[in-house]
């Protein structure tokens, strides 16, 4: 993986050292916006003694952002007790640390420790929030899809990994595909024609489709949709049965197996076999659509 160039320091917020901001943090609680170094971050975190556990896959989404220099001035602060404790904030002094590049923040210093209890009781912002806020239509599912297809490109094939995008990687994913718009919007209109298979596997599945023939993704979505001219043996009906069975025996269908059915069916009626049952291994690896 490439490293990112680091900004220039003197175009950031003045760096303080870890003397320099013990020292204000005795004389009691105040606001400061600086720039933290990986130096800085390696300091703090050495003097912080009590913490919750470190969550690795936290860390690494917040190193991603930092290295894409997605990561804002956004008003969120990192707070430092009295004590020189990190009361909040540890993953993301891990992430400058590990990424090695230096990050202008605010922060909170002077704290009594007892305040950590109230800290982070907050409802974190969603993707869908993030999109909702962007007017984005079908934000919700917009964002389940793209989560998903994030995950394809990393190449989860099982979508099992505990890694997820960021708020920041999934708008540029965003940005880089305006066209998952489209795969949201179809994806609503064939669910609430079809319930019995979510709106994130058929938008990832639509985006996937579309890249290989926009007029069959057309035509497939369609028929998934209303069930219409499908004779015997054709894998559109066949999806169609073993999706409705699913959802009556198991009330919820697996998300990879639901994408490895779609997927499954595509690739047959683009090789024009006939299906009459339709079956997935459960564990395996959802294939490619051709």
Known sequence: MATAVAPALDSLAPVLSLDEINKLASDGPAALRITITPELATGLLRQNRKNRNLRETTVASYMRDIRAKTWPLNGETIKIACTGDVLDGQHRLYAIERARIPVETFIVIGLPPETQATMDAGMRRTVADALGLDDEPNATSLAAILRRV??????????????????????????????????????????????????????TAHYLFNAISTAETAWFFQRVADGAELSVGHPVLALRNRLTSDRAKEGSIPWDRQLAYLIHTWNSVRTDRTLTRLQVKAGSRVPEPK
């Open 150 to 203: 994030w995950a394809w490109e990393q190449g989860d094939r099982r979508f099992n990994s505990r890694n997820s995008p960021t708020t920041a990687e999934c708008q540029r994913l965003l940005m880089r595909h305006p066209e998952l718009r489209r795969s949201a919007e179809i994806a609503v209109r064939t669910r609430a024609a079809f319930p019995h298979i979510s709106q994130s596997a058929l938008g």
